[in-house]
T-cell receptor, first 109, second 114 residues
């Protein structure tokens, strides 16, 4: 079966750095996405990785290792507004998006 | 990127009535749109793939007669929840894929059936 695993909840301090991990087992691989979702709102796109390595975009970076079926989202200089759920999603061989359950990130002052 | 407008943002309806949710792609011709449902504290669950000019493709376990999808043009897909019941209360979200790099989401519709 297809499976995306990510921690249910994480807590971090304002100004710190946090890494949210995602592991996947899917039928084929055509890219991995990270989305941010605030409560009651639709997800918003953060990053897309299809090749191994680190993609940096401002305070957010995303890493992919296809051989390990592993990705992480790194958030630096955390701000209170970063409190949200972070969804990992993988596009399989049929270009269908397989979603993780999301990681709820709680930022404390 | 594509701009996707979903309407209404929230709706409360009585049990047994039907509710229509619209998803518009404002600047992108969408031959395909996805409809998701998300229960509290759970991930997005794909309900169906809406195909312009043809029948929608429903995921296993989703009743096609209950969740009617119409995709009559390249800019509009509608989801109608027929004979709604309290267990249908959820957050419904549409998305427009623009190739294999990103999907753009509507704002979502919070449906509450009382």
């Amino acid at each position: 079966g297809q499976n995306i695993d990510q921690p249910t909840e994480m807590t971090a301090t304002e100004g710190a750095i946090v890494q949210i991990n995602c592991t996947y087992q899917t039928s084929g691989f055509n890219g991995l996405f990270w989305y941010q979702q605030h409560a009651g709102e639709a997800p918003t796109f953060l990053s897309y990785n299809v090749l191994d390595g680190l993609e940096e975009k401002g305070r957010f970076s995303s890493f992919l290792s296809r051989s390990k079926g592993y990705s992480y989202l790194l958030l630096k200089e955390l701000q209170m507004k970063d409190s949200a759920s972070y969804l990992c999603a993988v596009t399989d061989s049929n270009y269908q998006l397989i979603w993780g359950a999301g990681t709820k990130l709680i930022i404390k002052p | 990127g594509a701009v996707v407008s979903q309407h209404p943002s929230w709706v409360i309806c009585k049990s047994g009535t039907s509710v229509k949710i619209e998803c518009r792609s404002l600047d992108f011709q969408a031959t395909t749109m996805f409809w998701y449902r998300q229960f509290p504290k759970q991930s997005l669950m794909l309900m169906a793939t809406s195909n312009e000019g043809s029948k929608a493709t429903y995921e296993q376990g989703v009743e096609k007669d209950k969740f009617l999808i119409n995709h009559a043009s390249l800019t509009l897909s509608t989801l109608t929840v027929t004979s709604a019941h309290p267990e249908d209360s959820s957050f419904y979200i549409c998305s427009v894929p623009t190739g294999n790099t990103e999907a753009f989401f509507g704002q979502g519709t919070r449906l509450t059936v009382v």
